[in-house]
Structures are given as C-alpha cells and as structure tokens.
C-alpha cells in the first residue's frame, strides 16, 4: 500500500468542491503547434485561472479540509507570487485571516495582488528558502496552519482536477505536458489520469538550469540541488517534494527539460502566435514542443500553468526570446575615432536592410588603441538568416566585429 492514498473519489470529490470556485479553464487549439508537431496540439489554459494559475485549485482543497480550530487561527505561505494569490482568494473565500511572506525582492504587481485577495503581506528575506523559513517560524510560534506549495495530500488532490478536466475536454489526448516544479500539478494530473486512462503519457517539463526531478528519478528519491536560477520563477524549486515525487516516480512518464532560450522563444510564441499571456513557467511545454516536436504522440495536451509575469520580467524575457529566434542582434564593432567612421559602418548595415534600435558609443577600454572606438549595436533582424547576412556583410566590408 503506497502512502499516497490519493483516489479518484477524492479528485471527483475536489471538482465538486470547486464548482463556483476554481474556473474550468478554456482548451484552445493551435494551429501553429500543430503543425510543428504534425498532430493536434491543444493547450489548456490554467493563465486563465483565478489569480492567474492552477494554485487556486490546491490551496482551497488545503483550506477547505481545515478543523474549525484551525481554520480560527488562520493560514500562512510563502511565495513569490502564484502560490501566494492562490493562498490569499481562497482563505478569503473560507473566511480564513491568511498572512503571506514574500520575498523582498517580489514582483509589485504580485504583492498588490495578493493584499487586494485579502492576504497580510509580509515581506521577508532574498530568497524564497529564507521567506518560507520565515513563514514556517510564524507558523511554529503562533499556531497559524502552514499552507505548502505542493507537499500535501490536499493540495495535490485539487491540482489533479486539471487532470480529469483534460479527459472530459480533450478525450482523445494521448500525451500531456506539465511544468514541473516541486511536482503538486504534475503528480495531480498523473494521479488523476492513469487510473482512467493509463495509455496517456504524462510527460513534466523542468527548465534545465532548474532541473531537481531528473537526478532525483534517477536516485529514487528526492534530491536537493545546490544551486539553481532561472527566468521561469514559478518552477525555480531546488528539492521536489515528498508527497507529490512519490506519485511522479510511480505513475508519470518521465520528466524532460528545456533551456532558457526555449522558454523565450515559447514566451514570445504566446503572445505573437497564440495570443495568450503566459509566465515562463507556463510556457515550459510549449518549449519542449519547440525543442523536440517530433517526440510526443499526438493529440497533444500542454498545461499553460501560468500567466502572472511582471513586465519588467517580460521586456527582459521578450528581448531574449527576440534574439533566440535571430530577430535580435546586439554587436559590438571596432572602427577608427575619425569623422565618418559611424556613417560608413552605418551605411552597411542599410543595405542589409538592418533596423538600429541603438547605438552607443565605447571609447574607454584597455584593448583599444588611441586612434579606436568600439560601437554597441541593437539592431533588429528577420531571422537566423538574415544575422547572418549581416554578420558577413560587416565583417566582408573589414569591421571588427564581436556577439
């Protein structure tokens, strides 16, 4: 007998519970996926969710599952943002007094969110371990209920209701991907899918720069990495979970990972082909679909998990996702410090029919003779070709030229 005991009474009994709660999100086809695939791609759109993620759907089956006495001495997270908006609406919602640590660092737009669902928001340490340390003493001293992220029985069970609206919206699926962080959704949806359907491979995406799932399946048990970053915040966690990677090593179908450019180009893919605003770590399967497209069985399922993206964080992420895809190019050029010099170099680049966005000018620098200048260049371009094209037109017209 495994120590999971997570049925699918108890995921049917979870969708009841958040009927008038949690939204059955939308499923949309894409026609551009598909293509690339050469099989039907649908994505489902957890970006649409209240609170803007799946996170909803676990912390009000957490809370929901309270005693009075707990529910009277209220709830405590911590998060960077999903888990937190996700915590605050549904005590709000229970009438439960929550309190959210967040990092000091924490979008503005996350933290203004999550006071107006009706959290206390207190802002507490650089990271998020420090935060949730923070939040797990509060918890410890004044007898508030700790609300993980995804190491409960609860909170996995109400992230499997994804799982079983993928079957009732999409019943030909034959493989689904999900976002892997600590693992509550992409346990939840395999708990929720396999009994019913066990010929449905469901695959996790990690990003590769954030990847704690490969070597721990590989150990067999969790495994804590030492050190980890990247854009896709929403599934930057170093260790899985125990609740949740028990389930992910019995019954999903493996865990694969993509790189900070494929979150990009998946991000940019989003909003430019798709017209849905997703997080990075929303975006992860649809970058395992840009990496490996020819890998998974179609139909295919992408779980679009969030859409909770500080702009600042877009324009970074867009911009990198511009350049990933060749339509972005930054050079640095050496010319001679003469009158002149900016307007041959910048004849060049018109006749390859290159668009400067901005040109700056470096003249202090310790490899640079007296007679020298370096150029920073922005420039936008139409693809990998046309960098090319542009790269070897400077360089054929005798430019110095570095990326």
């Known amino acids: ?169 999409c019943p030909e699926v034959r493989t689904i991907l999900v976002g892997v962080g600590g693992g509550g959704l992409l346990a939840g949806i395999a708990a929720a899918v396999k009994p019913l359907r066990p ?62 450019d494929s979150l990009s180009r998946a991000l940019l893919l989003g909003l430019e082909r798709l017209k849905l605003v997703v997080e990075p770590a929303g975006a992860a399967p649809v970058a395992a679909l840009l990496e490996r497209p020819d890998s998974f069985e179609g139909p295919v399922v992408a779980v679009l998990s969030g859409g909770n993206i500080d702009p600042q964080l877009m324009q970074r992420v867009l911009r990198h996702g511009l350049a990933a895809a060749g339509r972005y190019l930054s050079l640095r050029v050496r010319l001679a410090d003469r009158p002149g010099a900016l307007a041959g170099l910048l004849s060049v680049l018109t006749r390859v029919d290159a668009n400067v966005l901005d040109v700056a000018h470096v003249r202090v620098d310790p490899q640079l003779g007296l007679t020298e200048v370096e150029v920073d260049l922005h420039l936008e371009t139409k693809g990998p070709e046309h960098c090319a094209a542009v790269l070897g037109e400077l360089r054929g017209a005798g430019y110095v030229v570095s990326r």
């Open 199 to 260: 010929d449905v491979r469901v695959i996790g995406v990690q990003a590769a720069a954030a990847a704690a799932y490969p070597p721990s399946l590989a150990a067999g048990h969790p495994v804590t990495l030492e050190r980890f970053a990247t854009m896709a915040d929403g599934i930057m966690v170093g260790r899985p979970g125990d609740v949740p990677f028990e389930i992910v090593n019995t019954l999903a179908d493996g865990v694969r990972t993509v790189s900070e």
């Open 1 to 169: 007998m495994h120590s999971w005991p997570i049925t699918l009474d108890d995921v049917r009994g979870a969708q009841k519970m958040l009927a008038g709660v949690a939204r059955v999100t939308p499923m949309e086809g894409s026609r551009h996926l598909s293509a690339l695939v050469g099989a039907p791609v649908h994505l489902k759109c957890e970006n649409l969710q209240r609170t803007g993620s799946f996170k909803l759907r676990g912390a009000y089956v957490r809370i929901a599952g309270l005693s009075p006495v707990q529910r009277a001495s209220g709830v405590v997270a911590a998060s960077a943002g999903n888990h937190a908006q996700g915590v605050a609406l549904a005590a709000s919602l229970l009438g439960v007094r929550s309190t959210v640590f967040m990092p000091v660092s924490a979008p503005l737009p996350k933290i203004a969110a999550t006071r107006e669902y009706g959290a206390e928001v207190r802002l507490h340490g650089a990271t998020v371990d420090e935060t949730l340390q923070a939040a797990q003493r509060y918890a410890e001293s004044g007898g508030a209920v700790f609300i993980h992220p995804f190491d409960h029985r609860d909170v996995v069970i109400g992230q499997a209701t994804v799982g079983l609206e993928i079957l009732e919206q």
